[in-house]
């Protein structure tokens, strides 16, 4: 049994919740997956390791889905140092027009990050809240499997 089976079944699980077929429908299907590709002893084995890869997924995503982690990191760190220059260009009187029109670009890529930044918690969120249902089912067959 390889990883490669497990996150295809993991994948056809978040395939069908994402296109808004509900979740019963997708839990058939994965169900569906494992029995016909492990039916029998192996199908309690095949839903442990989906339990430890998904519980590692979802500590990933727990420690991805954070900002400050990330490149959103250098993205921000690289704006501060950006608006600094540009605050000091705004203070010479010859390059007050090119430290406005900086500072401006600066707060545009401020509100971008921060549209991104949201995005991502709200993706892996969902992500996580998928994984869970996966977890529980997988957690729920395996004890029937035994």
Known sequence: MNVTAIDEAIDKY???????KGKQPAATRFLSYAYLKYG??????FMKKVEGLLCYYIDYLKVMGNPLKGPELAWFLSMLVVGAASCYLMNSEELWPVGIAVFAGTLVHAGSLLCHAARKWCEAGVMIAIYREILELAEGEARGAV
């Open 40 to 45: 029998g002893d192996d199908l309690a084995e």
């Open 14 to 20: 978040v395939h069908e919740r994402m296109m808004n």
